[in-house]
């Protein structure tokens, strides 16, 4: 039982296990990878083969429904996490990116959690239940998150630099990614101040 046990609390610290229809299939990769400009594909998605162009989509805000672009930020450095209020470890996530929205908002960092549920009336609760206050971004339908950012684990974080490139993707979570994360951010503010 015991062993069990340490393989499904361990199952929940990499990520989300279950399959939303709405998402390609959960496949087990690099967990916490820089981008790199390289033309061969590998298991982070479609990003490996991108020549380090800006990202470009727009999603609605929630809950006003409100166009949200992500060239709207260019100029900030972005961190994106992709979520679900079914995905156990985006109830971990979510509070540690609020925490890092507070601590580096004022040097220049946006944080968004963009939502792939089906139904956004699921989110109220969530969030109530969180006490999470992140600016919430729906992704109707997942469309977003599956076609433009190749998302195959729940949750996925994109964190952008100051352009609106990708610079490193993180699949699943571990509070022990907090100190990778903050790494990653100083560097992308430290190369925003220097443009």
């Known amino acids: 039982m015991r062993t069990l046990?340490?393989?499904?609390?361990?199952?929940?610290?990499?990520?989300?296990?279950?399959?939303?229809?709405?998402?390609?299939?959960?496949?087990?990769?690099?967990?916490?990878?820089?981008m790199a400009p390289t033309t061969s594909p590998d298991d982070l998605g479609q990003f490996r083969g991108a020549l380090r162009e800006p990202l470009s989509f727009e999603v609605k805000r929630y809950p006003d429904g409100s166009p949200y672009t992500v060239a709207s930020d260019r100029g900030s450095v972005v961190l994106?996490?992709?979520?679900?209020?079914?995905c156990e470890p985006c109830r971990d996530a979510l509070p540690i990116y609020e925490q890092l929205a507070k601590e580096y908002g004022s040097k220049g960092l946006k944080v968004y959690a963009l939502n792939v549920d089906e139904d956004s009336r699921a989110i109220p609760p969530f969030l109530q239940e969180t006490k999470v206050s992140l600016p919430i971004l729906v992704d109707a339908n997942?469309?977003?998150?599956?076609?433009?950012?190749?998302?195959?684990?729940?949750?996925?974080?994109?964190?952008?630099?100051?352009?609106g490139v990708v610079r490193f993707v993180h699949e699943g979570f571990s509070e022990t990614f907090l100190q990778q994360y903050q790494t990653e951010i100083e560097q992308l503010l430290q190369e925003k101040g220097k443009r």
């Open 80 to 86: 994106l996490d992709v979520w679900a209020t079914w």
């Open 142 to 163: 997942a469309q977003v998150a599956e076609k433009t950012l190749g998302v195959k684990m729940m949750p996925t974080t994109f964190i952008l630099d100051s352009e």
């Open 5 to 34: 046990l340490g393989a499904l609390g361990g199952l929940a610290l990499a990520g989300c296990t279950t399959q939303n229809p709405a998402l390609p299939p959960l496949v087990a990769g690099n967990r916490a990878a820089p």
